[in-house]
């Protein structure tokens, strides 16, 4: 087992190295001059170009990329064109946003998307069968940002149950220790906080978790349809076993592996997917600091964000194929 991550670990080099010149080569085919769009549009010339030497942007591609790899091998994100602040520095909170966000929209997904594909599958060709499925596809069919504008107008502006737009109320700051202020509330026994916090959570999180939730529940169904038809479950029914058992204790073991796979999958998309959601939503996560960046032409900012959920992508998918053997003992790695 050891050997095997090492391995994945060390594949992480090249599909790394790749995604960094894929990113670099588009970023720099965007029109526009990052240092024109720092200064303003009455820069001088002169001024601007002062300071497109001062951030090498007047030397050749190559020579740019070697630059900003040689900072990434020493630790060194880069610095921000536009706030001239450490990246490794600024990026940690919205990351963390990101995290936070992305966890709550997957376990709302996971929740009811492998309830409703088990019962949908235990309760086949019934009325609860046909509704999960078609709400699972109308799940997948709804643009996030439809939804999101819908469920602002319903649960904000027409009940006013829950906040539109941020992750707390800025009247009751909260003191960031980890930036995941679910954790940092809970630490800080801050718990009208910690309400709040949920609050801001449950609206962009149902919208990021909706096409997750649709995807993992038909997965789900499929997968448990096929174990439902195995000798062993037909042998722990024969024993007189409560369907129940049967189902969720039996079945749902053997039916995991796929629907982990899905699940793996959706994290990872919903950690490097989640603009729409965090820019309706005024979410200060990842994707947002990335989309800002873009508009500003800060090349440094934009790589670095998506080496950051690269990483992060392959990392989940390395954790879920170790997550394999503890499901099915007969996966080994060798």
Known sequence: ??????????????????????????????PGDPAQVILGEHATPKAIQSLREQLHLNDPLYKQYFYYMKNILTGDLGESLRTQR?????????????????????????????NAGIIAAWKRATWFDYIAMLVALVGVSMPVFWLGLMEQWVFAQQLDWLPSIGRFNTREPITPITNLYLIDTM?????????????????????????????????????????????????????????FWVVYRHALKNALI???????????????????TETIFGWPGLGRYIYDAIGFRDYPVVQSGILVIAFLFVLINLIVDILYVY???RIQYK
């Open 187 to 243: 630490i800080q026994g801050n718990w009208a906080g910690f309400t709040d916090v949920v609050k801001h959570l449950i609206l962009p999180g149902v919208a990021l978790g909706t096409i997750p939730m649709a995807i993992i529940a038909r997965m789900t169904r499929s997968s448990m349809l096929e174990v439902m038809k195995s000798d062993y479950i037909r042998t722990a029914r024969a024993k007189g076993l409560k369907e």
């Open 86 to 114: 450490a990246i490794s520095s600024e990026i940690g909170p919205y990351l963390a946003a990101t995290l936070e966000l992305s966890v709550v929209a997957l376990v709302f997904a996971v929740i009811i998307g492998v």
């Open 1 to 30: 087992m050891l050997s095997y991550i090492i391995r994945r670990l060390l594949q992480l080099i090249p599909v790394l190295l790749g995604m960094s010149i894929v990113v670099f080569c588009i970023i720099h085919a965007i």
């Open 258 to 276: 796929p629907v982990l796979t899905v699940i793996g999958l959706q994290l990872g998309l919903l950690l490097g997917g989640a603009v729409l």
């Open 327 to 329: 499901i099915d003992p």
